[in-house]
């Protein structure tokens, strides 16, 4: 292919999708920003602040074009909740350090847990999806994810005091919902059980209520599924039924612990 043959057929791909490499750059400096403003010792917040604010309008504007230009009234918006974001992430920090016991200190829970981070960025994102805003709060988990592998959509919505340990696989689809007190270990997914795009605007994906504990690699799927309150699900386990109140859900699957002597002997 002769290279004006190819400019020709990059640009009929640019014109048809408009991706911004930028977008997802920016988008990504500016979560990073955005948490060390909150709680890096050594961040400047006050000018931190102001650059978060000139950051936000260059990704809103890749991000929604045709307000380019228009006052940046979501920002403000955001900084006023800054308060109540400090108290929720404030409850999901002592909620780690209160039932970890390798946690040593709060500081460590801030610094050294991937499941704090991603809890931090995912409510960060949300009230920017809440704004309204398209893609950037999508980009905020994702660069959450890629560092810490715990995929949180910004559309779920989550309670107070939410743990997570350890994390690495952990995914919580679009419409999931988590009350109060719940804790979660890596490799649990709450997801959809059917994958159809006309699914799409609906709830897909399951209500886990108040003080329940989901151990590794859970999978619990539906959007009609609710794990009762104060509830425990096993690992490994594959639900795709609300269980009541107050129910201990285990993998029955058996394992069997053989001598090598006695195998040899066989």
């Given at each position: 292919?002769?290279?004006?043959?190819?400019?020709?057929a990059?640009?009929?791909?640019?014109?048809?999708?408009?991706v911004?490499?930028k977008?997802?750059?920016?988008?990504?400096?500016?979560?990073?920003?955005?948490?060390?403003?909150?709680?890096?010792?050594?961040?400047?917040?006050?000018?931190?602040?102001?650059?978060?604010?000139?950051?936000?309008l260059?990704?809103r504007?890749?991000?929604?074009?045709?307000?380019?230009?228009?006052?940046?009234?979501?920002?403000?918006?955001?900084?006023?909740?800054?308060?109540?974001?400090?108290?929720?992430?404030?409850?999901?920090a002592?909620?780690?350090?209160?039932n970890?016991?390798?946690?040593?200190?709060?500081?460590?829970?801030?610094?050294?847990y991937?499941?704090?981070?991603?809890?931090?960025?995912?409510?960060?994102?949300?009230?920017?999806?809440?704004?309204?805003?398209?893609?950037?709060?999508?980009?905020?988990t994702?660069?959450?994810?890629?560092?810490?592998?715990?995929?949180?959509?910004?559309?779920?919505?989550?309670?107070?005091?939410?743990?997570?340990?350890?994390?690495?696989?952990?995914?919580?689809?679009?419409?999931?919902?988590?009350?109060d007190?719940?804790?979660?270990?890596?490799?649990?997914?709450?997801?959809?059980?059917?994958?159809?795009?006309?699914?799409?605007?609906?709830?897909?994906?399951?209500?886990?209520e108040?003080?329940?504990?989901i151990?590794?690699?859970?999978?619990?799927?539906?959007?009609?599924?609710?794990?009762?309150?104060?509830?425990?699900?096993?690992?490994?386990t594959?639900?795709?039924?609300?269980?009541?109140?107050?129910?201990?859900?285990?993998?029955?699957?058996?394992?069997?612990?053989?001598?090598?002597?006695?195998?040899?002997?066989e």
């Amino acid at each position: 292919m002769n290279s004006s043959t190819l400019l020709a057929a990059i640009s009929d791909q640019k014109r048809e999708i408009k991706v911004s490499v930028k977008l997802k750059q920016e988008s990504q400096r500016f979560t990073q920003l955005l948490f060390n403003a909150l709680f890096d010792q050594g961040t400047d917040a006050a000018q931190a602040l102001r650059e978060l604010e000139d950051l936000f309008l260059v990704i809103r504007n890749l991000a929604c074009p045709e307000k380019k230009g228009k006052p940046c009234k979501t920002w403000d918006d955001f900084t006023e909740i800054i308060p109540e974001l400090f108290c929720s992430l404030k409850k999901d920090a002592m909620a780690i350090h209160n039932n970890d016991p390798a946690a040593q200190s709060i500081e460590e829970v801030y610094l050294a847990y991937p499941g704090f981070f991603a809890i931090a960025i995912y409510r960060m994102a949300k009230e920017f999806f809440k704004l309204g805003l398209p893609l950037i709060p999508r980009l905020m988990t994702e660069y959450a994810h890629q560092l810490t592998g715990i995929d949180i959509h910004p559309g779920a919505t989550i309670g107070n005091s939410f743990f997570i340990d350890h994390g690495t696989g952990i995914v919580i689809g679009e419409t999931a919902d988590i009350h109060d007190n719940v804790k979660i270990y890596q490799g649990v997914t709450l997801g959809a059980l059917k994958v159809k795009k006309q699914l799409q605007n609906t709830k897909r994906h399951p209500t886990i209520e108040k003080d329940v504990v989901i151990y590794a690699n859970a999978s619990i799927l539906g959007g009609d599924t609710v794990v009762g309150e104060n509830s425990i699900i096993g690992g490994n386990t594959w639900l795709t039924e609300s269980v009541a109140k107050n129910s201990i859900v285990v993998n029955s699957s058996k394992v069997e612990i053989i001598s090598k002597s006695r195998k040899e002997d066989e």
